[in-house]
C-alpha cells in the first residue's frame, strides 16, 4: 500500500484502499484535532477544493456558518462524541455559494499508522434519472424480485389460504403455484411446525403486528435432508390500509441452527465430562452425550493399560490393537450395534476402522458404499455383517489422545439419521473426543498417584497387630472413596517395658503422597519417643517439635502446611491404668464391661504443629474387659452428618453386644460409613487385660547393702513357685547387679518387682532420675561389668523415668530358655 500523493485531486485521501465505484462519493478524512487529512476527486468535484488547498486545515473552515460550542477540535457538533453520525451539513464552496449536503459521519482507523480520526462521506449531486429511463419503465421488475427472491416468500389471504409464491417456494414444496394456490400451509406440509406457523399467522390478522417465530427441523418434499427456518411473518394491507392477508417469508438457518447445536453439545460435554474422576463414567458421559444429537450409535474404547493400572505402551502403536470396551449407546434399545459387552475385549485387525484410526494418530470419515463394504466383509466379516445388518452409511473413528498419550478410541456410526457426516461433524467428533481424552487422562493420572499413595500409606501401617499380654487389638482402615486423594490416617499398637501397650491414632493435614509421606514420618517417630517410655504428654510435646520443624523444611516453591493431629495412649494390666493425652484429636470413647460407652474426662491440646503448648496427661482406670475405641474423624464427620450425630451413632454401635473384636469393627463400619467415604478412616479398639497377683510379686528394698541377699533369695523362691526354676540361675544374678547399683548408687524407695508374662520381666525402681548407662571395663578395674553382664544375659532392658525416679527393666525370653 502507498501514501497518495498530496498533490494528486484524483487520489481519495485517508483511504487510498477505497474500493471502486466510489467516482460519485465526496469523501475526506479529518483527524482528532479537526485538521483535514484526506481529500477526494469527489470532494472536489462538491467544493471545488482542490487537495493541496484543503489538507492541512481545519474542517470547520469549509463550514458555511462558524457552529458554538464545537467540542471537536473545530470539526463541528457532528463530530462531538460518538462513533456515527449523519444528518444535513451547511458547507461554503470555493466560490463562496451555500451547499447543504447530507454528511454521514464514521469514526475509524483513517491513516496506515492506525491513527483514529473520521470518515466524511457525502453522495456528489447528479442528474436525476429521466422518467424514461430503462429502469423506472419495468413495471414487472417488483414482480421477477418476488419471484427469484432466494428466501422463500408466498403471501395468503384472511382465510390463511395462499395466494402467490415465489419460485423458492415452489421447489421446497415440489409444486407449482397454481397447484398450491386455495391450499393452507398445512395443507401443503403436513407437519406440526405448519400448525404452529398458522396459529402465528392468526395472530398477526389479529394484532396487525409482525411476527417471527424459529421452526424446528423439519424436511419438505422438495430437499433431500432436513432444514431448520427463521419465518417471518407480515400483515398485507392495500393501498388504503386494509388488511387482506399475510406476508410470509422464510429463511434458511440450518447451518447457523447446528453451529449453535454444536456449541451447546460442546458445553453440555464439557460440563459433563469434568464431573467425575471414574474411567467408565466418563466414557459413558460421553456416549450419552453424542447419541441422539449427534449419531445414532457411539461406543468408547479404551487401552487395556488403563484399567491395569500399568504404565501406557511405548513407542507408535500396531496393529493387531486390543481394546476394552468401555461404554456404548445406540437409539436402538439394547445396543445392539455393538461388538461386544461392556468390559469385553476386542482385537482390532490391521484394516480395520479403529486400527487404522489409532496407528495414524488422526479422525477417519467413511460413507459405507457397496464396494467398500464387500471390502470389509473379506477382511472382518464380523464388523461388516453388523454395518450391513443395521444400515449403517456413516461412520466416524477418532483415536483417543492426551497429553502425548494414546488411550482409546471413540467411533460414531449414523444409521437412522439419513444425513451423513460431513467435514463439520468430524471437527466436533475430535473437540467431544479431545475433552473426553483430557478426562480420562486426569482419571489415569489421579488413580496412578492414588494407588502409589495408597501403597505407600498401607507399607506404612501396620501389616498386623502385635500379641499383646496388655490388650487385644483389632483395626480397621479405609482410604477415602471420593477422588479427592489418600490421607494420612494412621493407627499403631506398641508393646512397652513391663508388659505394658502403647495404643496410638493420628490424622495428618492434606491428602495424597505428601500426606503418606509425612504420616509415615510420625509414625515412626511415635515408635522411637515410644521406646524410651515417654509418658503420653511428653511424647506428644516431642512430636509437636518435629511437626514444627517438618513444616520449616517445606520447599519454599511448593507450600504446603504440615499439621497432624494425635492421640496417644499407655495401658498397665498391672495397676490396670491408663494414660491419655491428645493433640487436637477426637478423644476416645471407653466402653464398659457391662457395654456402656462413655467419653473418658479428657483435656486435649492443640494440634500437632502449633508449637510452645503443653499437653496434659489424663489417668484412668479401667476395669479388665473395657474396651478403648481410637479413631479418626472421617468415621464420625462426614457431609451427611454432624459430628454429634455421628458420635452418638458410634456410641450405639460399640455399646452392641459381639462376639469379637474383629465383628465390632465391622459392626462399627456398617452403622457409621456409606458406600464411598469423604475421608480415610482409621478405627482402633483395645481390650483391656489384666495381670492377676499370682503373676506379679513386688517387693521392697532397704538401702542396706545386705538386702541384696533376701532380694535373691526372694527371686529365687518365687521362681521355684511359677516353675522357672531354669531362669533361677540368670534372673538372681540379674537382680543381684540391678538391686547392688540401686543401692550404692541411687537413692530410696527402692522396689523390685517380678513378672511373668510372655517373658520373665525383672524391674528395679528407685527414687534417682539418673539412667545406668553401659561402660567398657579396663582390665583391671573392680567395677563397670554388672550392666554389660546384664545385657548380655537379657532378651533386651532399657530404663524408663517416671515422675518419683526411674525403673531398670530386663526381659528374658522364657521360650528359648
Request: net charge negative; proline share 7%; hydrophobic share 40%.
Amino acid at each position: 500500500m502507498t501514501t497518495p500523493d498530496p498533490t494528486d485531486p484524483t487520489a481519495p485521501r485517508g483511504r487510498p484502499d477505497a474500493p471502486p465505484g466510489t467516482a460519485g462519493l465526496a469523501t475526506a478524512t479529518v483527524d482528532d484535532h479537526g485538521v483535514v487529512t484526506g481529500w477526494s476527486e469527489g470532494a472536489r468535484q462538491l467544493l471545488g477544493h482542490r487537495a493541496e488547498e484543503v489538507l492541512g486545515r481545519r474542517a470547520a473552515e469549509l463550514l458555511a456558518e462558524p457552529t458554538a460550542g464545537d467540542t471537536a477540535g473545530g470539526a463541528g457538533p457532528c463530530l462531538a462524541e460518538g462513533a456515527r453520525w449523519s444528518g444535513t451539513v451547511a458547507l461554503r464552496h470555493r466560490d463562496g455559494h451555500r451547499v447543504e449536503v447530507e454528511l454521514l459521519a464514521h469514526r475509524g482507523p483513517v491513516a496506515e499508522d492506525g491513527a483514529t480520526g473520521w470518515l466524511l462521506v457525502s453522495a456528489v449531486p447528479r442528474e436525476p434519472l429521466p422518467r424514461d429511463a430503462p429502469a423506472l419503465q419495468d413495471p414487472g421488475a417488483a414482480d421477477r424480485g418476488f419471484v427469484q427472491s432466494p428466501c422463500i416468500l408466498a403471501l395468503f389471504d384472511t382465510e390463511l389460504r395462499l395466494i402467490r409464491a415465489n419460485a423458492e417456494m415452489e421447489a421446497t414444496t415440489a409444486l407449482s403455484e397454481d397447484r398450491m394456490r386455495g391450499l393452507r400451509l398445512s395443507e401443503l406440509v403436513p407437519h406440526r411446525e405448519s400448525d404452529r406457523v398458522e396459529r402465528a399467522m392468526r395472530r398477526v390478522l389479529e394484532s396487525g403486528e409482525r411476527h417471527d417465530l424459529e421452526s424446528g427441523r423439519l424436511r419438505l418434499p422438495g430437499l433431500s435432508h432436513e432444514h431448520a427456518y427463521m419465518v417471518s411473518l407480515a400483515p398485507l394491507t392495500d393501498p388504503a390500509g386494509g388488511l387482506r392477508g399475510v406476508c410470509f417469508a422464510a429463511y434458511d438457518i440450518t447451518a447457523q441452527r447446528e453451529a449453535r447445536q454444536r456449541l451447546l453439545l460442546l458445553s453440555e460435554a464439557g460440563a459433563r465430562l469434568g464431573s467425575t474422576l471414574d474411567l467408565d463414567r466418563i466414557a459413558q458421559e460421553l456416549v450419552e452425550v453424542a447419541v441422539p444429537r449427534f449419531a445414532d450409535f457411539a461406543n468408547v474404547d479404551l487401552l487395556t493399560f488403563l484399567h491395569d493400572g500399568d504404565e501406557p505402551p511405548e513407542g507408535p502403536l500396531s496393529a493387531p490393537i486390543t481394546l476394552r470396551h468401555t461404554a456404548h449407546r445406540s437409539v436402538l434399545e439394547g445396543a445392539p450395534e455393538a461388538l461386544a459387552g461392556i468390559g469385553g475385549l476386542i482385537t482390532h485387525p490391521e484394516h480395520s476402522l479403529t486400527a487404522r484410526s489409532l496407528t495414524e494418530g488422526r479422525a477417519v470419515r467413511y460413507q459405507i458404499t457397496a464396494p467398500l463394504l464387500a471390502s470389509w466383509e473379506a477382511r472382518d466379516p464380523v464388523r461388516a455383517a453388523r454395518i450391513r445388518d443395521y444400515g449403517i452409511h456413516s461412520v466416524i473413528m477418532v483415536p483417543m489422545r492426551a497429553r502425548g498419550v494414546t488411550l482409546g478410541a471413540a467411533s460414531f456410526a449414523r444409521h437412522r439419521t439419513p444425513t451423513p457426516f460431513t467435514a463439520d461433524d468430524v471437527l466436533l467428533a475430535e473437540e467431544l473426543t479431545a475433552r473426553a481424552a483430557v478426562c480420562v487422562d486426569n482419571t489415569r493420572r489421579y488413580l496412578r498417584e492414588r494407588r502409589t499413595a495408597l501403597t505407600l500409606q498401607r507399607s506404612l501401617l501396620p501389616q498386623r497387630m502385635p500379641d499383646l499380654t496388655a490388650l487385644e487389638v483389632a483395626s480397621r482402615y479405609l482410604p477415602s472413596g471420593t477422588y479427592a486423594g489418600v490421607g494420612g490416617d494412621w493407627f499403631d499398637a506398641i508393646p512397652l517395658s513391663g508388659a505394658r501397650a502403647a495404643v496410638v491414632v493420628g490424622d495428618v493435614v492434606g491428602r495424597g503422597l505428601r500426606a503418606s509421606a509425612t504420616m509415615g514420618r510420625l509414625r515412626t517417630a511415635v515408635r522411637t519417643l515410644a521406646d524410651i517410655d515417654l509418658p503420653p504428654g511428653e511424647l506428644l510435646t516431642h512430636l509437636d517439635d518435629l511437626v514444627t520443624r517438618l513444616s520449616s523444611e517445606e520447599d519454599p516453591e511448593m507450600p504446603a502446611a504440615v499439621g497432624a493431629t494425635c492421640l496417644y495412649a499407655i495401658y498397665d494390666p498391672v495397676s490396670r491404668h491408663c494414660a491419655i493425652a491428645a493433640a487436637g484429636h477426637p478423644a476416645p470413647l471407653v466402653v464398659s464391661p457391662e457395654g456402656t460407652a462413655d467419653l473418658p474426662a479428657l483435656s486435649i491440646g492443640p494440634p500437632l504443629g502449633l508449637g510452645g503448648l503443653p499437653f496434659e496427661t489424663t489417668e484412668t482406670e479401667l476395669p479388665e474387659g473395657s474396651v478403648l475405641a481410637l479413631y479418626t474423624n472421617g468415621l464420625i464427620n462426614s457431609r451427611h452428618r454432624e459430628i454429634g450425630e455421628g458420635l452418638d451413632t458410634l456410641r450405639n454401635a460399640l455399646s452392641s453386644p459381639v462376639a469379637s473384636l474383629d465383628a465390632l469393627c465391622d459392626s462399627v463400619l456398617r452403622a457409621l460409613l456409606p458406600a464411598r467415604p469423604d475421608d480415610d478412616i482409621a478405627l482402633l479398639l483395645a481390650r483391656t487385660r489384666a495381670l492377676g497377683t499370682d503373676r506379679v510379686a513386688t517387693w521392697a528394698i532397704p538401702p542396706d547393702a545386705a538386702a541384696v541377699a533376701d532380694a535373691r533369695r526372694n527371686t529365687v523362691e518365687r521362681l521355684t513357685d511359677w516353675g522357672l526354676e531354669k531362669a533361677v540361675f540368670t534372673t538372681e544374678l540379674i537382680v543381684s547387679e540391678l538391686v547392688t547399683n540401686a543401692i550404692r548408687y541411687a537413692r530410696p524407695p527402692i522396689r523390685l518387682r517380678l513378672i511373668r508374662d510372655r517373658a520373665l520381666i525383672c524391674e528395679v525402681s528407685d527414687g534417682s532420675s539418673t539412667a545406668p548407662h553401659v561402660r567398657r571395663a579396663r582390665v583391671f578395674d573392680e567395677g563397670g561389668r554388672g550392666l554389660m553382664l546384664v545385657a548380655q544375659m537379657a532378651t533386651r532392658w532399657g530404663t524408663r523415668q517416671s515422675t518419683d525416679g526411674k525403673t531398670i527393666w530386663v526381659e528374658q525370653d522364657l521360650a528359648s530358655g
